[in-house]
């Protein structure tokens, strides 16, 4: 229902429609005569009785039928006084300034319709606006209703304040309308890409102190939450829940993180919660595994948010919720390199091997997309529990899935990555720089090897993953150079220097490393190192002191949850494939049965390239070689 005064175009009558149906359904009473321009001119519309009359300046300029009335049109939730809400390709804005607007919930006659004309008319009872107050962002409801508008200046005529994104804003309208993803009439997912560009001005300001870029991300939140917040929880709800088209990758974590950098505006954390996925997120809280069957990368970084939103004082469910997402996708679904899903789907718990072969029409696996998240995700868990299983998974997403992600090619222009990894046996993976989801993570991947090497708090340190680096623990003032040879030895050294001081050194011990050993300056510490926890080395440390760490690698199988047959073999933390020979003939499709026995060390023979072995007349070699080569990640032992 819309009552339309533009006097700019070539069309400049006052026209009052109604429709339930689209612009083909409208039905409409139009003026005869154009509206003055450079003067003050009053337009009103009674409606009643089945008839709607157009006034100017309290005289009746057209009548007709018009049988809709509001009631008709039910709860209506994109409101506006200044703008048209189609055609959608070029929303149109009212070409003229505005004073009063009232609603009345009466059709008032025309006596009423000319003493408001006159300014002595009475005040509207549904919502009414005089537009007299000082600038800002709100207009009051003078009805005494409580109905404030919010006010939104048009800027271009296409954008509202505080938006920036890759394509017009009305990529979200028919989100709200419920658009779905591909082909002419569909949208991307609007938010996702918000999500991406908030999240680059944050670290921007994070990182470099930009205030431009943190007033950007600043405005961009406004913008959402006006948005997003007239819109009832129901469509909310229902918009999430289209496939693509309402992904919004961790959004509500960039709103938590704006709601950090503003303690003293509510809004942020309250638009985080706009975009709760409520079914999903309730089930979780509750313990329930509901994930078969959705769209993985779609749903893991709403937890990574639920949790930021949490440490913002969302509530404890938010942590829940996170905690509990993490025990439904690992290790229930998660494959020997650490990535999940069929295609881009969350499949059956603990359905792996069946898995492999399950939907014929779809052969990839685990979108790298989704590693990515599990691991930031599995990282931020970490700094609430402690628990080692996080690191664990990092480590093999890290030094499988993610190694196997990137092309072996020495470029940095042309860094060609995977969307997936599959683990059907027989297929290879295919790199690009295709400007997709896993493009823009696959860059991100390998400038983050580093980021869970170390964390610190009050009692020490945790040195989580074993990979060469340095840390500068400003703090105490000490520096800790870490040395590895991992993944192709087991042998580590952590060289302190600088004040040092008393402190914990806890050191993770791998589930794969069954003989962990620690030497502090040469000397073997009694200290116990199960698999799976943390070694903790206690003293004052000083400078020049060193500790060696000795984990040597052994061969282990881990088998597929639901087939104790289908296994998967590694080397330390590395996971081995079964390669494709570059001349030959082509791999087999189907499983391949190998004969091991129980002593793996005898029936995988060294070749002498580092952790490349062959067993039972196959050649294996870590998955991040051969790039596009056919492997066999899973197998059936015999």
Aim: charged fraction near 20%.
């Amino acid at each position: 229902m819309h009552l339309t005064v533009r006097a700019d175009n070539a069309n400049p009558y006052p026209r009052f429609a109604a429709t339930a149906s689209g612009a083909a359904g409208e039905q409409r009473v139009t003026a005869t005569a154009p509206l003055p321009t450079g003067t003050w001119t009053h337009v009103a519309v009674a409606l009643g009785g089945g008839t709607a009359t157009l006034y100017v300046d309290g005289a009746p300029v057209a009548s007709g039928p018009v049988a809709l009335t509001p009631a008709d049109l039910g709860a209506t939730t994109a409101n506006w006084i200044g703008r048209g809400q189609y055609p959608q390709g070029s929303v149109q804005y009212l070409g003229a300034d505005l004073d009063e607007f009232h609603v009345h919930s009466t059709a008032l006659d025309a006596d009423q319709v000319a003493a408001l004309a006159a300014g002595t008319g009475p005040t509207g009872d549904v919502a009414a606006y005089r537009f007299d107050e000082d600038p800002g962002p709100v207009c009051a409801d003078a009805s005494g209703n409580g109905r404030d508008a919010h006010v939104l200046a048009p800027t271009d005529g296409r954008r509202h304040p505080g938006f920036l994104a890759a394509y017009p804003e009305t990529q979200f309208l028919r989100l709200e309308e419920f658009a779905t993803y591909g082909g002419n009439a569909g949208i991307w997912a609007p938010y996702y890409t918000t999500h991406k560009i908030m999240a680059g001005l944050l670290d921007a300001h994070r990182l470099t102190g930009n205030t431009d870029a943190r007033d950007l991300a600043t405005g961009i939140g406004e913008w959402i939450h006006s948005r997003l917040s007239v819109l009832d929880r129901d469509r909310l709800d229902r918009m999430w829940s289209i496939y693509i088209a309402g992904e919004y990758g961790g959004v509500n974590e960039s709103l938590a993180n704006l709601a950090a950098l503003h303690p003293d505006r509510p809004e942020f954390l309250d638009t985080a919660r706009l975009f709760d996925n409520t079914a999903l997120l309730a089930a979780t809280v509750a313990g329930e595994d509901r994930l078969d069957g959705r769209h993985a990368n779609q749903h893991i970084p709403q937890f990574t948010g639920y949790l930021r939103m949490h440490e913002q004082g969302a509530g404890e469910d938010y942590l829940t919720a996170a905690a509990n997402f993490w025990d439904m996708a690992i290790p229930h679904r998660a494959y020997a390199h650490g990535g999940t899903g069929v295609g881009e789907i969350f499949r059956a718990r603990g359905a792996i091997a069946a898995s492999l072969w399950q939907y014929p029409n779809d052969p990839n696996h685990a979108e790298t997309c989704c590693v990515y998240n599990l691991i930031k995700l599995a990282r931020n868990l970490f700094l609430h529990t402690r628990d080692p299983k996080y690191m664990e998974y990092c480590e093999r997403a890290l030094f499988n899935q993610i190694l196997a992600s990137r092309k072996d090619a020495d470029s940095t222009e042309d860094p060609e990555v995977t969307y997936f990894a599959p683990v059907r046996p027989g297929r290879g993976r295919d790199y690009g720089n295709t400007g997709t989801c896993c493009g823009g993570t696959g860059m991100e991947n390998h400038t983050k090897h580093q980021e869970s090497v170390y964390f610190a708090d009050d009692d020490g340190l945790y040195v989580n993953l074993y990979i060469d680096s340095a840390l500068d623990w400003s703090e105490r003032r000490t520096e800790i150079r870490l040395t590895t040879a991992l993944p192709f030895e087991g042998a580590s050294r952590l060289a302190v220097s600088g004040r040092g001081g008393r402190f914990d050194l806890r050191l993770r011990v791998p589930s794969w490393a069954s003989e962990y050993t620690v030497a502090v300056n040469g000397r073997r510490q009694r200290i116990e190192a199960e698999p799976g926890t943390y070694a903790t080395v206690s003293r004052r440390w000083r400078d020049g002191d060193t500790v060696d760490i000795a984990m040597p690698l052994r061969l282990h199988t881990e088998a597929a949850l639901d087939d104790p047959e289908i296994q998967s073999v590694y080397f330390g933390p590395t996971v081995l494939a079964i390669k494709h020979e570059p001349v030959g003939d082509d791999l087999a499709t189907g499983l391949v049965d190998l004969a091991v026995g129980e002593d793996l060390e005898a029936a995988f023979e060294p070749t002498g390239e580092p952790l490349c072995f062959t067993a039972d007349g196959y050649a294996f070699a870590p998955l991040h070689l051969g790039d596009e080569d056919p492997y066999h990640l899973y197998w059936r032992r015999r």
